[in-house]
C-alpha cells in the first residue's frame, strides 16, 4: 500500500469520499482490499520500460497511477473519470505529494486519447459501474488507444463469488443497508449519480461472471493472456479478524480449485500484433 505523505482534509472544498472514509478511514479490511491487494495485482502485471504510457480508466482521485509513478518513477501516468471534483482534487494532491499524474474528466466510451498511444491501459473495480449495453464499445475504446501488442489489465468483482452474492443479496434490504453501509443499493436502468460527478454522469453497479467478462474482451479484439480470481476477504471484515482471515484467504487461494468462489477477478488482455 501506497502511504502518502501529505493527506490533506480537503482541497479547495474537495473531499473524496473514497479518499476520506476508505482511504483516510479507520478500516483495515477496506485498505488492505482497496488500497493493496487489487491495486497490487495490476502494479505485478506491468513490465516497466523507459518512455512507459499507462491511461487509469475510472481513476477517481489517481491513487493507482500515484503507486505506478512512485514504483517505476519516470512513467507517464493519464486518468479519466467521470467524477470531475474528485480529478481535480487527485490533481492538485498528487502535486502536494511529488507525482506527476495527469488526471481528467471524461467518459469511457468516447476516451479523450490518439489511436496507439497507450503501452497500458488499467482499470480496477470499475467495469462494473459501466452500463452492460456499453462495455464492449469501452473494451473497443480501450483497444483503440492501446499500441499494438499493449496491455488492459483488470480488476472487477466476480459476480459468483461468495462475498459478491452475498453483498448484493443484503443490498436489496433497507434494514440490511442500515446496519452495514457499504451494502450496495437496488439500481434502476437510469443508475445513479455519483458523489464528486457534477456533469450529469451516472453510472451502475453490475457484476460480470468470469465467462461473460472473457467473451466481451475477445469480442471486442482483445487476446485473453491471464484470467483467475483472487481475494476471499469481505470488505465488512472487522479489524479484529483481519490477520486471521489474511492467513485463511491465503491458504483458498493457493487451492486453484475455490479461485471461482473469490471476491474479485482479474484479466490479463493483449491487443494482438498488427
Known sequence: MLELKVKPK????????????????????LKYI?????????????NYFTGLKVLDIGCDWGYLLMWIQHQFHDVACYGI???????EFGNKLARSNGYNIHLEYGNANKLPHEDNFF????CTETFEHFFPPERINILEECYRVLKSEGYLLMTTPNKWGIAEI????????????????MLPHPVGKEGFK???ATKGDRMTNIPESIKSLRR????????????????????????????????VETALER????????????????????
Request: proline fraction near 6%.
Open 10 to 29: 480537503q482541497i479547495d472544498g474537495i473531499t473524496p469520499y473514497l479518499y476520506d472514509v476508505w482511504y483516510c478511514g479507520d478500516k483495515k479490511a
Open 34 to 46: 482497496e488500497y493493496h491487494r487489487r491495486p497490487l495485482k495490476i502494479i505485478e502485471n506491468i
Open 81 to 87: 473519470d467521470i467524477s470531475d471534483k474528485n480529478v
Open 119 to 122: 503501452d497500458y491501459v488499467v
Open 166 to 181: 452475498v453483498k448484493q443479496f443484503l443490498g436489496k434490504y433497507n434494514i440490511a443497508r442500515r446496519l452495514i453501509p
Open 194 to 196: 455519483i458523489e464528486g
Open 216 to 247: 466481451k474482451a475477445e469480442k471486442a479484439g482483445f487476446t485473453v493472456i491471464n484470467q483467475n480470481a483472487f481475494i476471499f476477504i469481505p470488505e465488512i471484515t472487522p479489524n479484529c479478524l483481519l490477520n486471521f482471515l489474511c492467513i
Open 255 to 274: 487451492l486453484k480449485v475455490f479461485n471461482f468462489l473469490a471476491t474479485t477477478q482479474y484479466i490479463i488482455l493483449k491487443k494482438p500484433p498488427k
